[in-house]
């Protein structure tokens, strides 16, 4: 079956624009999470969903950054007054039980602040 | 908080040699430990997991032990092909937890 999808796959804006990016999760999952790669690193939560409410939010960096889940599948993440420290690869994941290790990860949103 | 500390790569191989990338932690509780990998232009997959003190992941030939004595889950594969090249990521979660901590990546390049 179909897997975790995000779009776009690459984005380029420029510092100070705003950005949405966007992830589709595996059809059934109720859980769903963002995390953030900075070059160089590991994944590093930022936000955990379950159904439509952010169950834990505690990974957002500051209040430019804010993800919704309105229906309670797709996910857009928001990026407000763009920082060139805000250039990564934005993971998203899914999964039936919110179980760590039972996360499928889509291929990500490679984001970069000019 | 939690936290995880694994080889620096990169690190080249020759076909069928031997690999090894350690990997310890450091978590209030009783974690469990993976092994994602990341092949070229795909995502992250889980590779093998582990949930309990002496607990054996094992998945494509690879495995790992969760060692309490030494906060340890090192990888190891006996004879590695050209395919297995990728980025490793050691991670942890707590029992009760949802959110993955990851190590900061492994890259492995296996030479034909």
């Known amino acids: 079956g179909a897997g975790v999808s995000q779009t776009p796959s690459n984005k380029v804006t420029e510092k100070g624009k705003y950005v949405e990016l966007r992830c589709d999760p595996i059809?059934?999952?109720?859980?769903l999470y963002w995390y953030r790669q900075s070059l160089g690193q590991g994944p590093e939560f930022l936000i955990y969903?379950?159904?439509?409410?952010?169950?834990?939010d505690s990974g957002l960096p500051n209040d430019r950054f804010f993800a919704v889940r309105p229906e309670g599948s797709v996910s857009t993440l928001k990026i407000q007054r763009t920082e060139r420290g805000d250039s990564a690869v934005y993971l998203c994941?899914?999964?039936?039980?919110?179980?760590?290790?039972?996360?499928?990860f889509g291929p990500g949103t490679r984001l970069t602040v000019t | 908080g939690n936290s995880v500390t694994q080889m620096e790569g990169p690190v080249t191989l020759s076909e069928e040699a031997f690999l090894t990338i350690n990997c310890t932690y450091t978590?209030?509780?009783?974690?469990?430990l993976f092994w994602y990998v990341q092949y070229p232009g795909e995502g992250l997959q889980l590779l093998l997991k582990?949930?309990?003190?002496?607990d054996k992941g094992s998945n494509k030939g690879f495995e790992a032990t969760y060692r309490k004595e030494t906060t340890s889950f090192h990888l190891e594969k006996g004879s590695v092909q050209v395919s297995d090249s990728a980025v490793y990521f050691c991670?942890?979660?707590?029992?009760?937890?949802?959110?993955?901590?990851f190590g900061a990546g492994t890259t492995v390049t296996v030479r034909a």
């Open positions: 582990a949930t309990k003190a002496d």
């Open positions: 991670a942890l979660s707590d029992r009760n937890d949802y959110k993955l901590s």
């Open positions: 994941a899914s999964s039936v039980s919110g179980r760590a290790g039972e996360q499928y």
């Open positions: 969903f379950q159904g439509t409410g952010a169950a834990d």
């Open positions: 059809s059934g999952h109720t859980a």
């Open positions: 978590a209030t509780g009783y974690p469990s």
